[in-house]
């Protein structure tokens, strides 16, 4: 059972360069997160997806963007890389609400990028 | 807006004592409230959550947490602390009113177990 998977696990780039991180779950997650983790912030969510098709902005959205053109996947793109988007980049997915109750989410082991 | 205020940067604690890893938050209506961990190169693994019910919840690996709702806290505790509970421990909540399960965080605490 692979749960959330992230690839590239590491990745370096020049400022300036573009890359597309890429999430794939296997649970049937209606609901897909990207988030960024820096020292000292916690976990900061950039963008989200409630289903196939559909994407919203999180806390932190500049210099992203973001598609999720089948339930499973959910990808993020960097399209002009900055020293600022050095961070450790985490996917997760989550089932929909039982009725008021939350489920929690399933993290990726994450993608460590550095933008040089 | 919603936040989490974990006030510890790190808590050091030795093997077979008593833990506790503080959580406060603020949120407009009632909180969903999570803990997770995370260990080195690795992602954040599920603990416990508070929905509704009772204020102490068990969780995975004999660790629970209590919710005070006049304190507006939620503490993570372990009877017993091993060295392998040595990792970062993140607090979240998720707002009560808010579409699509989002979490925020709180900054982190490192948990280090003596032996």
């Known amino acids: 059972n692979a749960g959330v998977t992230q690839t590239p696990k590491f990745r370096v780039l020049k400022t300036g360069q573009s890359m597309t991180l890429l999430c794939a779950q296997d649970m049937n997650h209606e609901y897909m997160y990207w988030y960024r983790q820096d020292p000292g912030m916690g976990l900061r969510l950039i963008h989200y997806?409630?289903?196939?098709?559909?994407?919203a902005k999180g806390e932190v959205p500049d210099g992203y963007n973001v598609s999720r053109l089948k339930k499973q996947n959910f990808l993020l793109g960097l399209e002009s890389a900055a020293p600022s988007q050095t961070s450790v980049y985490f996917c997760?997915?989550?089932?929909?609400?039982?009725?008021?109750?939350?489920?929690?989410?399933?993290f990726g082991q994450g993608t460590r990028l550095t933008v040089v | 807006a919603q936040s989490v205020a974990q006030p510890e940067d790190q808590v050091n604690v030795a093997e077979g004592n008593p833990l506790t890893v503080k959580c406060t938050y603020s949120?407009?209506?009632?909180?969903?409230l999570f803990w997770y961990v995370q260990y080195p190169n690795r992602g954040l693994q599920f603990l416990l959550k508070?929905?509704?019910?009772?204020?102490l919840v068990k969780g995975s690996y004999g660790f629970e947490a209590e919710f005070n709702k006049s304190q507006t806290s939620f503490h993570l505790k372990k009877p017993s602390a091993l060295v392998s509970d040595s990792a970062l421990y993140f607090c979240?909540?998720?707002?009560?009113?808010?579409?699509?399960?989002?979490?925020?965080f709180g900054a982190g605490t490192i948990l280090r177990v003596k032996s």
């Open positions: 997806s409630v289903g196939e098709g559909t994407t």
């Open positions: 997760a997915s989550s089932t929909l609400p039982q009725g008021n109750l939350r489920t929690e989410a399933f």
């Open positions: 949120v407009s209506g009632n909180p969903y």
């Open positions: 979240a909540v998720s707002p009560y009113m808010e579409y699509g399960n989002k979490l925020v």
């Open positions: 508070y929905i509704t019910g009772d204020n």
